[in-house]
């Protein structure tokens, strides 16, 4: 019904920088809050950075200042620029958009399938 799919996980030197994207498709009506959420190993998924659909953002107190969330509603896609990356952001990252796929319906939450992001030391 809706698709997530992203891109730009990768491995990277502590102190560099990375890009994540994700494009949402499908049966979309209109678009809520989109984000990116990450689970490291051992632990709970948690919000990283979140943004609304009017491009409001909100970051984890641990993310501010370094990683910034965009979105563009006219292509349904939200991005991730990470920067002065530590080892404490290896994780996988999972993108999220809150959905509505038709009128007079409420909306759900829809997630990627995951991209890794490994940062060494």
């Known amino acids: 019904q809706v698709q997530l799919v992203e891109s730009g996980g990768g491995l990277v030197q502590a102190g560099g920088s990375l890009r994540l994207s994700c494009a949402a498709s499908?049966?979309?009506?209109?678009?809520?809050?989109m984000g990116w959420y990450r689970q490291a190993p051992g632990k709970q998924r948690e919000k990283a950075a979140t943004i609304t659909s009017g491009g409001s953002p909100n970051y984890a107190d641990s993310v501010k200042g370094r990683f910034t969330i965009s979105r563009d509603n006219a292509k349904n896609t939200v991005t991730l620029q990470m920067n002065s990356l530590k080892p404490e952001d290896t994780a996988v990252y999972y993108c999220?958009?809150?959905?509505?796929?038709?009128?007079?319906?409420?909306?759900?939450?829809?997630w990627g399938q995951g991209t890794q992001v490994t940062v060494s030391s």
């Open positions: 499908g049966s979309i009506f209109s678009i809520n809050t």
């Open positions: 999220n958009a809150v959905v509505r796929t038709a009128p007079s319906i409420g909306s759900r939450d829809y």
